[in-house]
């Protein structure tokens, strides 16, 4: 299994002509692959927001047909596929905790956001006497909360293991916690076997 690790890192997944930049000919790099014997599985992390959420399975797409299309070149038979649905997974980072996480509805895919933090209410200063009625305080029903820059978690399986410590290097050492814990839950579900993958008997 490989990762995508940034500047100065890994370019072991590294796929031809693959780039969603201006230049269609230049490498795309996906976040995780596994490079089993007959079959090529792929899996994109981004964040649990509407950017995440829109691009997130465009760009696995692209990776599998752009791998696809590399192999058929050079003659290599295996097929290439979205990675597995794996458990939700914590993490810790300089943003603070959070989640990582599949669907099922976008198989391959890997959302990820820090957990809401919570806020204290500010008082209000006393108005002093009024001659007024006094009204008694409402409650108005809040809506659902919306996502953040960073995404907020969302609901799912239960946690499967240990969270995993991304140190305090704020949100690059979060995506790097949140990879790892993508790994972390490949190792899990792979461990069952091709039937634990392939048919999700895990």
Not at 93 to 116: A, H, I, L, N
Not at 145 to 151: E, Q
Not at 187 to 192: I, R
Request: neutral net charge.
């Amino acid at each position: 299994m490989t990762v995508d690790i940034g500047n100065g890192g890994s370019t072991a997944n590294a796929i031809p002509k693959a780039s969603d930049g201006k230049s269609k000919s230049n490498d795309g790099y996906a976040d995780v692959v596994l490079w089993a014997k007959d079959r090529v599985y792929i899996w994109e992390v981004k964040p649990n927001t509407e950017y995440g959420r829109k691009d997130g399975p465009v760009d696995l797409d692209r990776y599998i047909t752009k791998l696809e299309a590399h192999f058929d070149d050079v003659g290599d038979d295996r097929d290439v596929v979205a990675g597995a649905k794996l458990p939700r997974q914590r993490f810790n980072s300089g943003q603070g905790t959070g989640s990582v996480w599949s669907t099922e509805k976008d198989p391959g895919m890997r959302y990820y956001g820090t957990d809401k933090k919570r806020t204290r209410p500010v008082p209000n200063p006393s108005p002093g006497p009024s001659s007024g009625p006094i009204e008694e305080p409402t409650r108005t029903p809040t809506a659902e909360p919306t996502p953040s820059a960073t995404g907020t978690y969302g609901p799912g399986s239960p946690v499967t293991g240990p969270a995993v410590d991304a140190g305090g290097y704020g949100l690059a050492a979060m995506v790097t916690g949140v990879v790892t814990a993508t790994i972390w839950g490949a190792g899990k579900v792979l461990s069952g076997g091709p039937a634990c993958v392939l048919g999700g008997a895990c």
